[in-house]
């Protein structure tokens, strides 16, 4: 069991930055692979960002180079860097964990959704025009 809690979120300008935080509070053995996901209003949710126990990272192809996924804390905390945010980042953001060990697609963590068990509440990021 994992319970995942989500916080950062908030309004920014464009071309700016901020981080995401998720809490990781781990009930019992599993969840070795983290994932972010997003969802804006009125879309599809999609992936975003994956890491592996090992720290080995994937991004979607619309945030590489822009977001960072990083562990800390002894793998307790989970942050999501963003920067040069645009319009399109606008959504709410997600975390989440895998059941057991990590799902890997070309030796990288999983960027799948169903790949994921548990759920933080989101917190939402806005991009003001």
């Known amino acids: 069991q994992v319970q995942l809690m989500e916080s950062g979120g908030g309004a920014v300008q464009a071309g700016g930055s901020l981080r995401l935080s998720c809490i990781i509070v781990?009930?019992?053995?599993?969840?070795?692979?983290m994932g972010w996901f997003r969802r804006a209003q009125g879309q599809e949710p999609e992936a975003v960002a994956a890491?592996?126990?090992?720290?080995?990272?994937s991004y979607a192809e619309s945030v590489q180079g822009r977001f960072i996924s990083s562990m800390a804390n002894a793998k307790k905390i989970l942050y999501l860097e963003m920067n040069s945010l645009n319009s399109a980042d606008y959504a709410t953001y997600y975390c989440?964990?895998?059941?057991?060990?990590?799902?890997?697609?070309?030796?990288?963590?999983?960027?799948?959704?169903?790949?994921?068990?548990?759920w933080g509440q989101g917190t939402k990021v806005t991009v003001p025009s």
């Open positions: 989440a964990s895998a059941k057991w060990v990590c799902p890997l697609l070309n030796g990288l963590p999983s960027l799948v959704q169903p790949d994921y068990t548990y």
């Open positions: 781990k009930k019992s053995a599993g969840g070795e692979c």
């Open positions: 890491i592996g126990s090992d720290g080995r990272t």
